[in-house]
């Protein structure tokens, strides 16, 4: 942690301020492994400090290497009286993440002299290269959730309703250790599998019917995510078309991710495969995107996006058909860029399971 902290700080100068606020949950997490829910840093070239209320101050003091404040105030008046204190001029705040009611009582507990300056995205950039002990919290999180995917897979019959098998699914991942999903899981049945992002309903799973299944586990902060396909009988041939062009897309995908390659160049091979297939106008959403401490993190996979991938990153191969009134199809994989391309993380095989 003291090393992401002082990597933090050597950023101060080219950014031109003297401190930075750190608000967002995940950054804070990153920069001191702190999971509560009341949490400020305030990163300096002196140092870090680190504000919680009363109900963390123990936990905090045991396991944060950097100097802990317990505040009964609110924590940005504690981090204000801080500032002043250490007479630290200039300071950023991530402006996707201050609360504009906390930026308001910043700016007023700030004299005179001192200024607020929005970093955007700083700490989210830094997160994008994992650790190698990222990386293993990552293979865990990954590992964890393809073994709850199989294990209720194997039990899922027609006349299962997708909340039912999404709450067995979520179960399963806490009962092998996971925090919590990652994310809601998805369960959309038939042709309730053409919403890429549906919220599991009361349907049941029909006989000759499509079941898409998207799902993450938390495990240590760290987050997985699949999308796997099964079918309730023999798959039809509109089925198993569908199904190989999606696959062959996302073969396409992974075999673009290397160093270098630029997040666009990635989702343009997937979309080349859908394009020949007739299928482009039905893929719907980015390729994929990045995760670690959130489920979705830079950089996101999408057509204009020019991020270069550096090993080390995490992100998620996914593209995906959507048919109205028919189904859809989506195949996602976790992926890790390595030095000369890439590495599948993701266990559970790729083939349309008939159930």
């Known amino acids: 942690m003291e090393q992401r902290r002082q990597a933090t700080a050597a950023r101060l100068a080219e950014l031109k301020i003297d401190a930075l606020l750190v608000s967002s949950p995940p950054s804070v997490r990153y920069l001191t492994d702190y999971a509560g829910s009341n949490g400020l840093i305030l990163v300096s070239r002196a140092g870090a400090d680190f504000f919680t209320d009363?109900?963390?101050?123990?936990?905090?003091?045991?396991?944060?290497?950097?100097?802990?404040?317990?505040?009964?105030?609110?924590?940005?008046?504690?981090?204000?009286?801080?500032?002043?204190?250490?007479?630290?001029?200039?300071?950023?705040?991530?402006?996707?993440?201050?609360?504009?009611?906390?930026?308001?009582?910043?700016?007023?507990?700030?004299p005179l002299g001192f200024s607020l300056h929005?970093?955007?995205?700083?700490?989210?950039?830094?997160?994008?290269?994992?650790?190698?002990?990222?990386?293993?919290?990552?293979?865990?999180?990954?590992?964890?959730?393809?073994?709850?995917?199989?294990?209720?897979?194997?039990?899922?019959?027609?006349?299962?309703?997708?909340?039912?098998?999404?709450?067995?699914?979520d179960f399963e991942m806490r009962r092998l250790g996971a925090e919590k999903p990652a994310f809601e899981t998805i369960v959309a049945t038939g042709n309730r599998s053409a919403l890429p992002h549906a919220h599991p309903t009361g349907r049941v799973l029909g006989v000759n019917e499509l079941l898409l299944i998207d799902m993450g586990a938390t495990l240590h902060g760290y987050s997985s995510d699949m999308t796997r396909m099964a079918f309730a009988g023999t798959p039809p041939k509109r089925v198993r078309d569908l199904y190989r062009a999606v696959l062959e897309a996302q073969l396409a995908a992974i075999g673009a991710v290397r160093p270098g390659a630029t997040a666009g160049k990635v989702d343009s091979a997937a979309r080349r495969v859908l394009q020949a297939h007739g299928l482009d106008r039905e893929f719907v959403h980015s390729t994929g995107h990045g995760l670690g401490l959130e489920i979705h993190e830079p950089p996101r996979l999408g057509k204009r996006d020019k991020t270069r991938l550096e090993a080390g990153m995490a992100i998620?191969?996914?593209p995906g058909a959507y048919l109205a009134d028919f189904g859809g199809v989506r195949i996602e994989d976790t992926v890790l860029v390595t030095a000369h391309g890439c590495e599948v993380l993701t266990p559970t095989p790729k083939e349309l399971v008939q159930i």
């Not at 290497?65 to 705040?93: D, E, N, P, T, Y």
């Not at 994992?130 to 959730?145: C, D, G, T, Y």
């Open 54 to 110: 009363p109900r963390y101050g123990l936990e905090a003091s045991q396991k944060i290497s950097c100097r802990v404040h317990v505040a009964k105030q609110a924590l940005i008046a504690a981090a204000a009286s801080l500032i002043k204190r250490k007479k630290l001029k200039k300071i950023g705040f991530e402006s996707a993440w201050l609360r504009f009611e906390d930026y308001s009582r910043l700016k007023e507990d700030l």
């Open 118 to 169: 929005p970093v955007g995205r700083v700490l989210e950039q830094q997160r994008m290269v994992k650790s190698p002990s990222e990386i293993e919290q990552i293979r865990r999180s990954v590992a964890l959730n393809s073994q709850a995917f199989s294990r209720i897979l194997a039990r899922t019959r027609p006349g299962a309703s997708e909340q039912e098998i999404a709450a067995r699914l």
């Open 316 to 318: 998620t191969i996914e």
